[in-house]
Nanobody, 127 residues
Framework: QVQLVESGGGLVQAGGSLRLSCAAS????????MGWFRQAPGKEREFVAA?????????YADSVKGRFTISRDNLNRRVVYLHMNSLKPEDTAVYYC???????????????????WGQGTQVTVSS
C-alpha cells in the first residue's frame, strides 16, 4: 500500500510559477512509476506528466510541454515534484499525484494505469 500526499497548490497570477510536491509512504519508492494528473470542474481527469522509476524517462502532455518539469528524489525524501512555470488560466485544476508499480512506459498517460492516488491539491491561475 502506498499513501501519497500532495502539497504546494495555491492561487497564482498568469505567468507565475508553482512547485507541487508529492510525498510517498512507500519504503520501496524507487519501484514505482509516478504521474501527475489534473481535473478541472466539469472535465475528465487528464494526464499532465510522468516519470519512470529510475528517472530515466519523463513524459509530458502537449499542453504543458516546455513549461512544466517533473522530477523525483528516490534516495532521501521519496518525493516527486512538478515544477510549473508560465502558468495559464487553463492550468486551473485539482492536481493529483499517482503511483504505479513497475514500468509505466506503455501506459503513463492512462488514469487506470495507476493504482494509488493522492487527495489532490488545488491550483488556481488568475488572468
Amino acid at each position: 500500500q502506498v499513501q501519497l500526499v500532495e502539497s504546494g497548490g495555491g492561487l497564482v497570477q498568469a505567468g507565475g510559477s508553482l512547485r507541487l510536491s508529492c510525498a510517498a509512504s512507500a519504503r520501496t519508492f524507487s519501484n514505482y512509476g509516478m504521474g501527475w494528473f489534473r481535473q478541472a470542474p466539469g472535465k475528465e481527469r487528464e494526464f499532465v506528466a510522468a516519470i519512470t522509476r529510475s528517472s530515466g524517462m519523463t513524459y509530458y502532455a502537449d499542453s504543458v510541454k516546455g513549461r512544466f518539469t517533473i522530477s523525483r528524489d528516490n534516495l532521501n525524501r521519496r518525493v516527486v515534484y512538478l515544477h510549473m512555470n508560465s502558468l495559464k488560466p487553463e492550468d486551473t485544476a485539482v492536481y493529483y499525484c499517482a503511483a504505479a508499480t513497475g514500468d509505466i512506459s506503455s501506459h503513463y498517460y492512462i488514469v487506470a494505469g495507476y493504482s494509488y492516488w493522492g487527495q489532490g491539491t488545488q491550483v488556481t491561475v488568475s488572468s
